[in-house]
């Protein structure tokens, strides 16, 4: 039974579909995963009843070939691949197309919409923080998982490291998440929910469009490492070291 007394981390580990309709609902399910879902619900100025009547629906049974699969029922190994695969190497590609779309966009724009500028400016950061926070995941903290998950499958020890528990880089990770998440809201905000003027050229759209698709997969992204990813491997180390 879901319930709105669940954290929103809860409801969508319970029904991965759920990740979808807070999308839609602005419901932060990565971030804020660990805010009661009611509380979450008045934030995002929808009603807790409302909203679960829709959970309901989306819990119920499917054959769509494009259902969410269940991420936390994935081995960590998988789960991480599918992290690099889908949501970094997406991030990096888009990073680099955005940030050319985006002086493309200002140079043609900037002087009427003077908010251009300074989401260029923002976005710049985002990237700038993003990349090395994708770096320390894929040459530091997954290898330690991995190595984790080869110790457990074969009942061995815990393997060491030079940051000590896995809970140090985690903790670390999780506020540099924060921070983006930060700059998603402000994103956002400066674009109306990416909603584009009546002047906007197709580029201008295409950028917009672009965003807000590289948002929802950020969210996602941020979801499966932060509610999935990160609680399993400081589950699993301290299983290995009892």
């Given amino acids: 039974m879901i319930s709105s007394g669940m954290t929103v981390r809860e409801v969508a580990l319970q029904v991965p579909e759920a990740t979808r ?4 609902l602005n419901i932060d399910y990565c971030c804020g995963g660990n805010r009661v879902l009611a509380d979450a619900c008045v934030s995002a100025g929808v009603e807790p009843a409302e909203v679960l009547r829709m959970l309901d629906d989306v819990a119920q049974p499917t054959t769509d070939k494009n259902a969410a699969p269940n991420f936390q029922d994935l081995p960590l190994p998988e789960l991480i691949t599918h992290i690099l695969d889908k949501h970094h190497i997406y991030t990096k590609e888009e990073m680099t197309r955005l940030e050319q779309l985006f002086r493309k966009v200002i140079a043609a724009h900037g002087a009427n919409h003077p908010e251009l500028n300074m989401m260029g400016a923002l ?5 700038e923080d993003l990349t090395p926070h994708m770096f320390k995941e894929e040459r530091v903290l997954f290898p ?4 984790l998950a080869r110790a457990a499958a074969t009942n061995g020890n815990v393997p060491f490291s030079p940051f000590g528990t896995v809970m140090n880089p985690v903790r670390m990770m999780m506020t540099e998440h924060d921070t983006a998440g930060d700059m998603l809201r402000e994103l956002r905000r400066m674009s109306s929910s990416y909603t584009p003027p009546a002047d906007a050229c197709i580029s201008y759209r295409t950028l917009y469009q672009a965003l807000e698709a590289f948002e929802k997969d950020l969210h996602q992204h941020i979801h499966l490492e932060n509610n999935i990813l990160f609680p399993r491997s400081i589950e699993m180390e301290a299983t290995l070291s009892s």
């Fill in 144 to 147: 330690y998982i991995m190595t």
């Fill in 123 to 127: 976005f710049g950061r985002l990237c």
């Fill in 21 to 24: 309709l807070f999308e839609k």
